[in-house]
Nanobody, 119 residues
Framework: VQLQASGGGLVQAGGSLRLSCTAS????MGWFRQAPGKERECVAA????????YYAESVKGRFTMSRDNAKNTAWLQMNSLKPEDTAVYYC?????????????????WGQGTLVTVSS
């Protein structure tokens, strides 16, 4: 499966961005990010139906993941952005339909989109 992520850019602290990822098929999906000098981390994950969602503590209350399987699209709405949210954001998919926040459990990865939050 090919994943196509988009929506990154430069935004001031306190601003918002929405990332999109298209992936056709029955997959659970996740959003990961990797900041310079840091390991990649899962910020949000969702099962195939959309009924169950995981958020990292650092983004709870600010980020919202959603998906529309009819459109083969998942989104990550990012509000109240902070400079520490600056990273390359990746969408990922896995064939098992229950959600996971574990990077190694994802089989397919998008190319990454850069989010830069200025102070």
């Amino acid at each position: 499966v090919q994943l196509q992520a988009s929506g990154g850019g430069l935004v001031q602290a306190g601003g918002s961005l929405r990332l999109s990822c298209t992936a056709s098929g029955r997959y659970s999906m996740g959003w990961f990010r990797q900041a310079p000098g840091k390991e990649r981390e899962c910020v949000a994950a969702m099962n195939w139906s959309g009924a169950r969602t995981y958020y990292a503590e650092s983004v709870k209350g600010r980020f919202t993941m959603s998906r529309d399987n009819a459109k083969n699209t998942a989104w990550l709405q990012m509000n109240s952005l902070k400079p520490e949210d600056t990273a390359v954001y990746y969408c990922a998919a896995r064939r098992l339909t229950y959600m996971s926040a574990v990077e190694s459990e994802y089989e397919y990865w998008g190319q990454g989109t850069l989010v830069t939050v200025s102070s």
